[in-house]
């Protein structure tokens, strides 16, 4: 009973995000986009120094919105936690 309480609360979580996403001005999605892309070439050259981060979407867009720090941050995570 409990999952299927979970599996409707994360489902609905994840309607409004899509909802709010759909609503969002093409120009922030494109720059989210962007970011995240950019975000995920700073890991990966990060990697080609022998860091070993998986390259995720989450960890892309962190690394992406927040530059260095995010990278470091990301670096950090995955060494410590």
């Known amino acids: 009973m409990l999952e299927i309480v979970v599996a409707f609360a994360v489902g609905i979580i994840v309607l409004a995000l899509l909802a709010k996403l759909v609503t969002m ?40 919105v927040f530059g260095v720090p995010g990278v470091i941050g990301v670096l950090l995570f995955q060494y410590v936690g």
């Open 25 to 64: 001005p093409l120009h922030l999605v494109w720059k989210l986009v962007t970011n995240s892309i950019v975000g995920a070439v700073m890991l990966w050259v990060v990697n080609l120094f022998g860091a070993g981060v998986d390259i995720t979407i989450f960890k892309a867009l962190v690394a992406g």
